[in-house]
């Protein structure tokens, strides 16, 4: 073998072990131990598929082995007990990085297992043997699907062509359970953001809300005073002040109110009467205003209530805001309830267009509109995270005739 040739095999098995240890499949010692005793409940899938593999090949045995840079390890065994036995004893080692299937009636006979202890008696008496790699997703071969027996076996193209079928389907079992572990890690992962996102809006939130009250107050103070002139340039300033930091503390409380939303529900019975008839009183300044007329059908919906009233506040005052100038808004409240609970809010508005109906659901994004109101871009995204931590979703269309229908979909009834 020349020596470039070892260097490559050499960062193959190096990419190889990197592989294995990201799924972190379960390990004994090389010391016989069997593998049950670290605690490792092999999976049903993959003792049926073992237990299959036996009776597909005729064999008296199968294991899965995971082939580790120096010891083989069964995680599932039929026939014989799991353990784990050291890399160089193993027959599997010989030929899982080959690519394809190994079948042998007689392996005293074979120059590559005819002194292995597994043949020899050293541990075993194995005669019949065959051996399909373990390849993932990423190329490299895990280990192997083994079958064997103390007697001397034929190996028909039928039998090898179940055992290679066999071993692909125990690759996607345990490729499944890489997957699963990584998503469960990922969850977890969000859920630690979240809960560090809304420390951090709390305490960020505390720390602007106090000076920017200061400022508030002190503008008012200064707008008062018999010294300022109304008419005058100061008087103006300190208006320009007032707004900028009305708009900014209004803007700190819906990150603070976005940061703390949509994490966990408690669902109960209430009907959509009863939560527009509160969502009706905080709007009433906004609707007067415009005489906006606001229908609703009623439902029962098992939902959490105050999240879902944030939600319909802020989109009834959506519907409110964006209405077409010189036109008093009318804004219909329809709740839906089958196998899943579903509100639409359909408004006459300006509507949204296509290409800006996604972006719009994401936090801090605002349509540079002329003529549309100030604000943070927030409470879109408030509703989306109401939506999803009810197992739903939201999404926007537009209403026949121009305007607006936002679908929120509440999870099952």
Do not use: W
């Amino acid at each position: 073998m020349s020596l470039l040739h070892a260097d490559e095999l050499d960062l193959q098995e190096l990419a190889r072990q990197a592989i294995l240890q990201e799924y972190r499949l379960p390990y004994g010692e090389a010391d016989g131990t069997p593998v049950e005793a670290f605690d490792y409940q092999t999976p049903t899938e993959l003792l049926n598929l073992v237990k299959l593999a036996v009776r597909v090949s005729g064999m008296h045995a199968g294991v899965i082995n995971i082939i580790t840079a120096d010891q083989q390890h069964q995680i599932a065994a039929v026939g014989v007990d799991a353990a784990v036995c050291s890399r160089e004893d193993s027959m599997c080692s010989k030929v899982f990085r080959s690519g394809a299937i190994t079948a042998v009636p007689d392996a005293s006979r074979d120059p590559r297992f005819a002194d292995n202890p597994f043949v020899n008696g050293g541990i075993a008496l194995v005669r019949s043997y065959a051996s399909v790699p373990l390849v993932a997703e990423s190329g490299y071969a895990l280990g192997t699907l083994c079958v064997f027996s103390p007697e001397i076996l034929g190996f028909d193209a039928e039998q090898r062509e179940g055992l290679e079928i066999l071993a692909r389907q125990v690759v996607e079992v345990l490729e499944l359970q890489f997957k699963t572990r990584q998503l469960v890690e990922a969850l977890e992962v969000v859920r630690r953001s979240n809960e560090d996102l809304a420390g951090f809006a709390a305490r960020v939130s505390h720390d602007l809300k106090n000076p920017l009250t200061a400022i508030l107050g002190y503008t008012e103070l200064s707008e008062q005073d018999d010294d300022v002139e109304t008419s005058g340039p100061a008087a103006r300033y300190f208006s320009i002040i007032r707004g900028s930091a009305s708009r900014m503390l209004s803007t700190v409380e819906e990150v603070l109110e976005f940061s703390r939303i949509g994490g966990s529900i408690s669902r109960r019975k209430v009907r959509l009467n009863t939560m527009m008839n509160a969502v009706l009183q905080d709007v009433l300044p906004l609707s007067s205003a415009c005489d906006a007329v606001v229908t609703v059908r009623d439902a029962q919906l098992e939902v959490d209530q105050a999240q879902v009233t944030a939600l319909l506040q802020n989109l009834v005052s959506n519907a409110i805001k964006y209405s077409t100038p010189g036109t008093p808004p009318r804004i219909e409240v329809v709740a839906d309830v089958g196998q899943t609970q579903v509100l639409r809010i359909i408004d006459h508005g300006k509507g949204i267009d296509p290409a800006d109906r996604h972006r719009v659901l994401e936090p801090l994004v605002r349509l540079q509109r002329e003529g549309d109101p100030a604000g943070s871009g927030i409470g879109l995204a408030t509703c989306a995270r109401i939506a999803a931590a009810h197992d739903g979703s939201i999404s926007l269309t537009e209403t026949p005739g121009g305007g607006t229908t936002v679908t929120v979909d509440l999870g099952p009834a």
